[in-house]
């Protein structure tokens, strides 16, 4: 037996074929959509993620910048409170040094006034 060619069905398959070959080019079409869809999403992807590592490149220099701003910043407010506490240690030295003579005077002036004191007492007595 020999067998038929697509052309050569028998005419009670004919209908059957006909409507398998309908179903097929919409199933093609659906693929073709289905693909077409695929690849736009594709594309939008792509973008997003190169627009999504761009993004995240900044960032990351952005960090670095404001990490190494935070470290100099933090270095700088360190010495300017050493030369803040050395200047309040100097203020305070003066200071003490200065009472010191301002006592010691007084003590001087009061030893001396004492000293009058004692004169004129002699003198009147």
């Given at each position: 037996?020999?067998?038929p060619t697509?052309?050569?069905a028998p005419p009670e398959w004919a209908w059957f074929l006909q409507a398998l070959d309908q179903k097929l080019?919409?199933?093609r079409e659906k693929t073709d959509s289905v693909l077409e869809r695929f690849h736009e999403l594709e594309g939008h992807f792509d973008q997003?993620?190169?627009d999504f590592q761009t993004s995240m490149h900044d960032q990351k220099m952005d960090l670095k910048e404001l990490s190494q701003s935070i470290q100099y910043l933090?270095?700088?407010t360190q010495l300017q409170l050493k030369d803040a506490d050395n200047s309040n240690n100097q203020f305070?030295?003066?200071t003490d040094k200065r009472v010191s003579d301002i006592h010691f005077a007084t003590r001087e002036e009061l030893s001396a006034i004492a000293r009058r004191?004692?004169?004129l007492e002699k003198l009147l007595l």
């Amino acid at each position: 037996m020999s067998q038929p060619t697509p052309n050569s069905a028998p005419p009670e398959w004919a209908w059957f074929l006909q409507a398998l070959d309908q179903k097929l080019e919409q199933v093609r079409e659906k693929t073709d959509s289905v693909l077409e869809r695929f690849h736009e999403l594709e594309g939008h992807f792509d973008q997003l993620d190169h627009d999504f590592q761009t993004s995240m490149h900044d960032q990351k220099m952005d960090l670095k910048e404001l990490s190494q701003s935070i470290q100099y910043l933090s270095h700088k407010t360190q010495l300017q409170l050493k030369d803040a506490d050395n200047s309040n240690n100097q203020f305070k030295h003066e200071t003490d040094k200065r009472v010191s003579d301002i006592h010691f005077a007084t003590r001087e002036e009061l030893s001396a006034i004492a000293r009058r004191l004692e004169i004129l007492e002699k003198l009147l007595l």
